[in-house]
């Protein structure tokens, strides 16, 4: 049974950071590409950032330049490092395998970890 347990999230002002982590159990997580998602109230869930099994990263325009993904493959852990964050980053944040070549989530969700960016 895949699980997916991200943690991190809480509240924090306009510039500040944060540091979200992601424990993925019963897969075999080394192969998986895995991305960050978000989903803000009343809108869509969004890929923020993916990253290879190998450790490549892409990354949305609006997040370019202030998050960072990393994984960890022996603790079987995704993180993603967020600065200077801003307030329509605001939002439940979710990690997820990646179907492989594509962007599409793949499998069951975790509870995901709010995010509250305030002005």
């Known amino acids: 049974q895949v699980q997916l347990v991200e943690s991190g999230g809480g509240l924090v002002q306009a510039g500040g950071s944060l540091r979200l982590s992601c424990a993925a159990s019963?897969?075999?997580?080394?192969?998986?590409?895995m991305g960050w998602f978000r989903q803000a109230p009343g809108k869509q869930r969004e890929l923020v950032g993916r990253?290879?099994?190998?450790?490549?990263?892409k990354y949305g325009d609006s997040v370019k330049g202030r998050f960072t993904i990393s994984r960890d493959n022996a603790k079987n852990m995704v993180y993603l490092q967020m600065n200077s964050l801003k307030p329509e980053d605001t939002g439940v944040y979710y990690c997820?395998?990646?179907?492989?070549?594509?962007?599409?989530?793949?499998?069951?969700w975790g509870q995901g970890t709010q995010v509250t960016v305030s002005p």
């Open positions: 019963g897969i075999v997580y080394r192969t998986n590409p």
């Open positions: 997820n395998r990646l179907s492989p070549g594509t962007d599409s989530p793949w499998g069951s």
């Open positions: 990253i290879s099994a190998v450790g490549n990263t």
